[in-house]
């Protein structure tokens, strides 16, 4: 189960290796499941247990690691997205590339979003020395389970 009662913090998505490259001898980056292209971007994921990302899409293939803690993730095909409800804001915000669903994965409000419920996925718990590769447009949501650290490596 997950742990409650302390407070939530997350760092997500951060630049942290170009930040402090000297982290970047704690781990290699792993070439020979790499074969998908350019590395395009190394991010940091460090948080408490119940940090959630919420359900969307990425515009990488990402190589997700699990380095300490333990994470839930949930996995929709591209296949799925008439039924995800993906937040259409336009603009230059968060929402310009329709690659966030409006649905609370958790609790899902099927009144106001009745397709979400035919929705098929895959589960997974992800632990410490785990990888999972998640394709481009692979709707995914993530919630720590434990205090946590992950590393994405993007291409």
């Not at 591209?78 to 409800?85: E, H, K, N, V």
């Not at 993906?86 to 106001?112: F, M």
Request: net charge negative.
């Amino acid at each position: 189960g997950v742990e409650s009662g302390s407070p939530v913090g997350y760092i997500a998505q951060h630049s942290l290796f170009e930040q402090l490259p000297s982290l970047r001898a704690d781990f290699e980056v792993p070439a020979s499941l790499c074969a998908l292209g350019r590395l395009q971007h190394v991010n940091a994921w460090v948080g408490s247990a119940r940090t959630i990302t919420p359900l969307h899409f990425d515009s990488y293939d990402n190589l997700f690691a699990q380095v300490v803690g333990y994470k839930y993730i949930r996995l929709y095909g591209s296949d799925q997205t008439a039924y995800l409800y993906a937040q259409t804001g336009g603009g230059s915000g968060l929402n310009a590339q329709g690659n966030i669903s409006s649905v609370d994965v958790q609790q899902p409000d099927l009144d106001r979003f009745p397709l979400f419920g035919r929705a098929y996925f895959t589960e997974v718990v992800l632990g410490p020395g785990e990888m999972l590769f998640i394709p481009a447009k692979c709707w995914h949501y993530v919630c720590s389970l434990t205090s946590s650290v992950s590393i994405s490596f993007w291409f």
